[in-house]
């Protein structure tokens, strides 16, 4: 397992649909050592604390694995890494085998698996599509929050090592399994 890339943005005016919207979600990937806080890393910053940012999603962190996926079902779309607006893009974290409460150690770093993405429209935004949301969700692509247990410093090119695999074993997967279960369920009633 392995951090493939660190991508920081800092928030942003964007027009949509008539309305100026401020969004972090476009991100760009940085080199050398980056320092990871407790409410985010080096050079990044979250624009609606709402819904995204705080302790419990400091850090969000995509499978590089996915982008294959989404340049299929995306032709003609630049998609470098962060295009999602993860901070961490990484090699060998798939949602099915990430469970919640995982501990993990990136360069001196720890952090804590807290929960799946569930995409906001600012996701439309940077894709100019206002299906993107609802296909993001539906691909079960996700990605998913980390909290920061301790502070360190990352580098693209660290190792992701297991510091703890949670004992309740749900993973990522899971929790999108049972969001999109209740979503459908709620739709039909």
């Known amino acids: ?23 972090s979600i476009f991100k760009s ?5 980056v320092r990871v806080g407790k409410l985010n890393l080096e050079g990044d910053r979250q624009s609606d604390l709402s819904v995204h940012g705080g302790p419990e999603k400091a850090v969000y962190a995509y499978p590089s694995e996915h982008y294959a996926f989404w340049r299929e079902e995306l032709p003609g779309m630049e998609l470098s890494w962060g295009a999602f607006g993860e901070n961490f893009t990484t090699e060998g974290l798939i949602e099915s085998s990430v469970c919640i409460g995982d501990r993990l150690r990136v360069g001196s770093a720890e952090l804590v698996v807290t929960q799946p993405r569930m995409p906001c429209f600012k996701l439309g935004i940077r894709f100019g599509r206002a299906d993107m949301v609802k296909r993001f969700l539906c691909s079960e692509r996700t990605g998913f929050y980390l909290a920061v247990v301790h502070k360190g410093e990352v580098e693209a090119g660290d190792p992701v090592e297991w510091i703890a695999r949670d004992p309740h074993g749900i993973t990522v997967a899971d929790v999108v399994h049972l969001y999109l279960a209740d979503a459908a369920t709620s739709s039909a009633g």
């Not at 392995?2 to 942003?12: E, F």
């Not at 990937?29 to 050592?33: E, N």
């Open 1 to 23: 397992m392995k951090l493939l890339s660190i991508n920081v943005g800092l928030p942003r005016e964007v027009e949509w649909r008539g309305k100026t919207i401020l969004t």
């Open 29 to 33: 990937p940085v080199a050398g050592r």
